[in-house]
């Protein structure tokens, strides 16, 4: 058997992208021939797809498209943020959110059924994942069309996405509105968006906190609906302040209000956001590492 040199391993790693002990052990399997390791890795991506699947993918990015009336948000996500700024990965972000412009489809397992490439979404999912070694998944999306138009914001390298469907007002009011969002980060357009189970939490960690004031009942209940009124002016679009307000009290309903215009929807999303992420001990894993050589 000839002998592996470093040299093979870049060149094959260089044509497949494939990690560089999966290109190793692919050459010495085939006896140092470079045609028949590349063979090799291409029979293993496939596996290595479904060996990948139950890692935790808590980092990537949101992609947004908008053509006139309609737009596209979606966020893929993978398992490391240097994966997140890998030419393939963005280009496949970016076909899939082209690809949710052409065709209205109503779940992610849907998505990954459209044709891309020479297969399916998920089939060139599958192959990037051999190609990188990173799990790779299509967490969500939407599909929209605007009553208005549509104004969109990146932040943070892509990590927040905002995609705003603004009716009337002015480019720069659309601006400002979207990144307002990023910053703030509302949970609904108004009161009415708001989940229920999250309202009658605050009701009762408030009268919990208000009952330990000893003060009269009618006095707790207005304690009790105050504190539930400022939780859904923080978490709501139009009763929260505008971040650019000069007077630090304007908000962003009375900035409509003022410009003429109104707010259709809005969405935000944010990468991970819910995911539990994996913490990992690097200095450990090296010392482990050390300790089984």
């Known amino acids: 058997m000839s002998e592996i040199s470093a040299a093979m391993v870049k060149e094959l790693r260089e044509k497949t992208d494939a990690p560089m002990m999966e290109c190793k052990k692919a050459l010495t399997e085939a006896g140092g021939d470079l045609a028949k390791a590349e063979e090799i890795l291409r029979v293993r991506l496939g596996s290595k797809a479904s060996k990948a699947a139950a890692r935790v ?27 997140a700024k890998n030419d393939d990965f963005l280009a496949l972000a970016q076909d899939v959110a082209r690809l949710l412009l052409q065709h209205d489809v109503p779940s992610v ?69 979207a990144m307002h969002i990023a910053a703030s980060k509302p949970k609904a357009l108004d009161a009415s968006g708001v989940d229920a189970a999250s309202i009658e939490t605050e009701r009762r960690v408030a009268a919990e906190k208000a009952a330990e004031s000893g003060k009269p009942a009618d006095i707790v209940s207005k304690m009790v609906d105050g504190a539930v009124a400022k939780f859904l002016k923080d978490v709501t679009l139009l009763g929260q302040v505008f971040v650019k307000a000069e007077d630090g009290k304007q908000t962003i309903e009375q900035l409509l209000k003022a410009k003429g215009a109104r707010i259709n929807s809005f969405t935000l999303y944010i990468v991970g956001e819910g995911i539990e992420k994996k913490v990992t001990d690097f200095a450990a894993e090296v010392a482990a590492a050390a300790a089984a050589a």
């Open 109 to 177: 397992e849907s998505l990954l059924a459209l044709p891309l490439a020479d297969g399916t979404v998920d089939s060139v999912r599958a192959g990037l994942i051999g190609k990188i070694g990173e799990n790779i998944t299509l967490r969500r999306f939407e599909r929209k069309e605007a009553a208005g138009q549509f104004y969109s914001y990146i932040h943070g390298g892509s990590k927040i996405g905002v995609l705003l469907d603004l009716v009337g007002g002015d480019e720069a009011l659309g601006r400002d509105l």
């Open 57 to 83: 993918t808590a980092e990537g990015i949101v992609s947004i498209l908008v053509e006139g009336k309609l737009a596209s948000i979606l966020e893929v996500n993978c398992e490391t943020d240097f994966v």
